[in-house]
């Protein structure tokens, strides 16, 4: 029995790659629209969703690529963000 998404298949390593470097790409974009807030990066921010929409729908029609991959890819951040956080509460050292 293989486990996680190993035997998935190429597909399946397409979904998660183009969902981390979608969200790769969401965080920059964040990033350098707070950075420096401007009207007009404010009015980008509507389009980034739409772009992330766009990617997905490409990914998931054209390339069918399974949607949980996508998903998986899209969360590794956050999960990368957890992680960081869970080991900052049980290892800091206040001194």
């Given at each position: 029995m293989e486990w996680g998404i190993?035997?998935?298949?190429?597909?399946a390593a397409l979904g998660v790659a183009t969902g981390a470097a979608?969200?790769?790409a969401n965080f920059r974009?964040?990033?350098s629209a707070f950075s420096r807030p401007t009207p007009a990066r404010a009015g980008l921010l509507g389009l980034r969703l739409a772009v992330l929409g766009g990617?997905?729908?490409v990914m998931l029609k054209v390339f069918a690529v399974t949607p949980v991959t996508f998903l998986i890819g899209l969360?590794?951040?956050a999960a990368a963000a957890l992680g960081e956080a869970l080991?900052?509460?049980i290892y800091a050292r206040i001194s």
């Open positions: 190993a035997g998935w298949g190429g597909l979608a969200a790769w974009w964040l990033e990617v997905g729908y969360l590794t951040a080991y900052q509460l």
